[in-house]
Nanobody
Framework: QVQLVESGGGLVQPGGSLRLSCAAS????????MAWYRQAPGKERELVAR??????NYADSVKGRFTISRDNARNTVSLQMNSLKPEDTAVYYC?????????WGQGTQVTVSS
């Protein structure tokens, strides 16, 4: 059974930084596409960043501010978020895909406010 456990959310002031982490178990992690999505109140869930086989992709809104990374030895994926803005406020979800199977974490709240 695949499990994704996120950590690292919280409240931060504009311009601040946070690091999200997601620990995966129950699958062959190195074969998985990993990503972070987010969902703000009243909005659809959107892709923030994705990493697979050494290649990463970012939403235009976070390019240059966020960095996704993975550690296949520890089965973890992280999202370093710098220069945070109020519009980054959302619930952030860890995403894992192996072949056609998709799994989601429970979500972690990120609030950017002064």
């Amino acid at each position: 059974q695949v499990q994704l456990v996120e950590s690292g959310g919280g409240l931060v002031q504009p311009g601040g930084s946070l690091r999200l982490s997601c620990a995966a178990s129950g699958t062959i992690f190195r074969l998985a596409i990993m990503a972070w999505y987010r969902q703000a109140p009243g909005k659809e869930r959107e892709l923030v960043a994705r990493i697979f086989s050494g290649t990463s992709n970012y939403a235009d809104s976070v390019k240059g501010r966020f960095t996704i990374s993975r550690d296949n030895a520890r089965n973890t994926v992280s999202l370093q978020m710098n220069s945070l803005k109020p519009e980054d406020t959302a619930v952030y979800y860890c995403y894992l895909q192996v072949a056609s199977n998709v799994y989601w974490g429970q979500g972690t709240q990120v609030t950017v406010s002064s």
